[in-house]
């Protein structure tokens, strides 16, 4: 079993890297896209921009205004908006011709001049020397989205991309965790079908030992009281027995199709697991009391679930008691609920262990001692049964100090008060 828990690990470590590997090459390749897209763009650009630089060069040469405009030279308030709005549509629409649709800021500048990064370091730029009669002028355009031209490119296959990578990382995610809850149900199973087979060893070990003993003294008639011991112990383990049994189809129960949907008074469930533990109880020389300050007491589910539900905690009280079990059971009404809080001065739970104490076959761990007796049902019957019938059980506990139990059930609303 350990060595396949290991290679199930390796095996999961294994495919992580692989799914890291296939993210990884996922994003270089979207990287790689993008870089080409962003030459393709470039290349657009430098396309357009030669082409509005021939464009411009004639409408400046043709006209005085726009050549001093262009030249970086002194013109009136209203001109220099004539021509910046020429030139700005001489631009836009070369850009449009190339499918270049991004906004854009541009200037002039003078090569010469100390200040040639008026708009930006990385800005485009094209040289209009040759086609006026002053040279040193640039064009510089700048397009702050165009991050934007590049995803609009890769398109549908950018958002793919990044919907698999997430896609494989969630289901992960899912897998990593229902595969670390399969341990978890994996060696809690081992350990109740150990535990199971302790307990069905022990009773049937005696039952072995006893009916030997009794085959060999029986025609001796100054043994009849060892007999009777013998035959006592075979009955006691034979009780034992049935119990686990009891225990195993309680939980199996559960899964049946029949819905509990019963009156059932809590008060007289109560009274009936009372009593039914009180001698084991004063066996001990312990106490066991009843507070009950609730008015209504009737629930609707099943009835000899809910008594399980309550002898499980009772008996557990018990059970993890070192000293004489003191045991209080209190009841009170609130919001429409029937509150049960059963408390003890019991051995306490590690609050480590608190969130598994409902898991099935999960037991608080006492190393390898098998003194204290059962299979790790008891409270993951108890969280079944309140949860089907919508109620809530919580736990609060301090190590050697004792447990308290609060059960929650939704009181029966068609009961007249």
Same mark, same amino acid.
């Given at each position: 079993m350990g060595r396949k828990i290991v290679k199930q690990w390796w095996l999961a470590i294994v495919t992580f890297l692989v799914l890291l590997c296939l993210v990884i090459i996922q994003v270089l390749f979207l990287v790689k896209s993008a870089r080409l897209e962003e030459k393709?763009?470039? *290349?657009? =650009? =430098?396309?357009?921009?030669?082409? !509005? %630089?021939? /464009?411009? &060069?004639?409408? &400046?040469? $043709?006209? @005085?205004? $726009? *050549?001093?405009?262009?030249?970086? @030279?002194?013109?009136?308030?209203? $001109?220099q908006y004539i021509n910046f709005q020429k030139v700005d549509s001489i631009i836009? #629409? @070369?850009?449009?011709?190339?499918?270049? *649709?991004? /906004?854009?800021?541009?200037?002039?500048i003078n090569e010469n001049d100390s200040v040639k990064d008026k708009i930006c370091v990385t800005c485009y730029e094209q040289s209009l020397n040759g086609l006026l009669a002053q040279n040193g002028i640039k064009l510089l355009i700048e397009f702050p989205d165009n991050s934007k031209f590049v995803f609009a490119q890769l398109g549908t296959l950018f958002y793919i991309s990044i919907a698999s990578i997430l896609f494989v990382m969630i289901s992960f995610v899912i897998i990593y965790r229902l595969f670390t809850k399969e341990q978890s149900i994996l060696s809690n199973t081992k350990y109740f079908i150990d535990n199971m087979v302790h307990e069905f060893q022990t009773p049937l070990a005696n039952v072995k030992f006893a009916s030997g003993l009794i085959k060999k003294k029986v025609n001796a008639s100054d043994e009849r009281e060892k007999v009777l011991q013998y035959t006592q112990l075979i009955q006691d383990e034979n009780e034992k027995l049935r119990g686990h049994v009891d225990d195993i189809l309680k939980v199996v129960s559960l899964y049946s199709d029949k819905k509990g949907n019963e009156k059932v008074d809590v008060r007289q469930v109560l009274n009936a697991c009372v009593e039914s533990f009180r001698t084991d109880v004063e066996r001990k020389h312990g106490e066991i009391k009843v507070d009950f300050c609730a008015g209504d007491f009737v629930v609707k589910g099943d009835a000899t679930h809910i008594k399980h539900v309550f002898s499980n905690v009772i008996d557990? #009280?018990?059970?993890? +008691?070192?000293? &004489?079990?003191?045991?209080?059971? /209190? +009841?009170?009404?609130? %919001?429409?609920?029937l509150v049960v809080s059963v408390k003890d001065n019991g051995v306490g739970i590690p609050s !480590?262990?608190?969130?598994? =104490?409902? /898991?099935?076959?999960? %037991?608080? #761990? +006492?190393?390898?001692?098998?003194?204290?007796?059962?299979f790790g049902l008891g409270l993951n019957?108890?969280?079944? =049964?309140?949860?089907?019938?919508k109620g809530a059980v919580k736990i609060k506990s301090e190590v050697n100090k004792g447990t308290m139990v609060i059960i929650e059930l939704k009181l029966d609303c068609s009961v007249k008060k």
């Open positions: 393709h763009f470039n *290349h657009r =650009v =430098v396309l357009a921009l030669r082409e !509005a %630089r021939n /464009e411009i &060069a004639r409408e &400046a040469n $043709m006209c @005085n205004n $726009m *050549h001093s405009y262009v030249c970086g @030279n002194q013109c009136s308030t209203d $001109m836009q #629409s @070369n850009l449009y011709i190339h499918k270049i *649709h991004l /906004e854009y800021k541009f200037e002039f557990n #009280s018990i059970k993890y +008691t070192k000293q &004489a079990p003191y045991i209080t059971i /209190e +009841t009170i009404n609130k %919001r429409g609920k !480590a262990e608190l969130d598994k =104490v409902f /898991e099935k076959y999960y %037991r608080v #761990s +006492t190393g390898n001692i098998h003194d204290i007796k059962g019957f108890v969280k079944n =049964v309140v949860d089907k019938y």
